[in-house]
């Protein structure tokens, strides 16, 4: 006959093996014995105590329920299995976010904007705590796409759980990146301020002016001009020590990379102002 484990609640889980069937010795007429063989009406049903970890069940004759016809016949003995040493666990649900497996690769000429992104962009994951607890991301399926000239979208299966009893509650994402025209266009005119003085103070930049490159998506780089590019000096430190040379920085634009940018570094000129 089968055996059943019933856990009262499915907040638990039991992460061990255990047998699928037992052996019991059962009397009566022939008819009633050809039924039972037929239709399975047996089952060993088991409830073990809700205590996470390892507990062994001895089961008895009460544990054995006979149904349908099977209730004409006798239940002589329980043959085996003597004892169950079964592992149970509490059941975690964690939300995981995405390890792409994914390469996208863009024609020549054509250019990805920003992060391409998964839709959604974290999976729950459902199983015993002692897995899913060191369980840090949901990978992927290999795969790559080439010669792309379009804004693309497609739908990307998960790999599956190795692990016994863990599953995915989402097995399939819909992965999105905007592929656009790649466009280069020369800035010659950006200015360069200085961030971060003290009001005691101002500063003079020679020269006042920076060119550089910007290398992006079409639909980024045409309609950006000098007015959209924060180019900047951090004001360095206490007056005694200032340096009168000073690399530049640009406020990063999603999408846009800055090229030959000249100069990269600029002569300061310090003053203090008049205390009213």
């Known amino acids: ?7 009262p609640s499915e907040n638990y889980i039991i992460t061990s093996p255990v047998p699928t069937h037992a052996k019991i010795l059962i009397e009566g007429s022939g008819k009633f014995l050809i039924s039972f063989m037929l239709f399975k009406e047996g089952a060993l049903r088991l409830t073990p105590d809700l205590e996470i970890g390892a507990q062994t069940i001895r089961p008895t004759e009460k544990d054995v329920f006979l149904f349908g016809s099977a209730q004409n016949l006798s239940l002589r003995r329980l043959l085996g299995p003597d004892s169950l040493r079964i592992e149970i666990d509490r059941i975690q649900t ?9 390469i996208l690769k863009p024609s020549a000429g054509y250019t990805i904007v920003g992060k391409p992104k998964f839709t959604p962009d974290i999976i729950q994951v459902r199983g015993p705590h002692s897995v899913v607890g060191r369980m840090d991301s949901v990978h992927t399926s290999k795969i790559v796409f080439d010669e ?3 804004p693309f979208e497609k739908r990307i299966s998960l790999i599956p759980p190795s692990q016994e009893h863990v599953e995915w509650l989402t097995t399939e994402l819909v992965l999105t990146a905007d592929v656009q025209k790649l466009m ?10 200085v961030r971060y003085l003290p009001q005691n103070l101002d500063a003079y930049v020679i020269p006042q002016q920076l060119s550089l ?4 998506g079409v639909n980024i ?3 950006l001009t000098a007015k959209d590019i924060q180019a900047f000096l951090e004001y360095p430190g206490e007056m005694d020590t200032l340096k009168t040379e000073l690399f530049v920085k640009i406020d990063p634009i999603e999408g846009v990379r800055f090229q030959d940018i000249k100069p990269e570094k600029f002569k300061v000129v310090w003053q203090r102002l008049a205390q009213e």
């Open 1 to 7: 006959i089968p055996v059943e484990i019933l856990i």
């Open 94 to 102: 964690l939300d995981l976010p995405i390890h792409s497996n994914v």
């Open 148 to 150: 792309l000239k379009f």
């Open 184 to 193: 280069e266009k020369t800035i010659t005119d950006v200015p360069v301020t």
């Open 213 to 216: 490159t910007l290398q992006g």
């Open 221 to 223: 780089v045409y309609a």
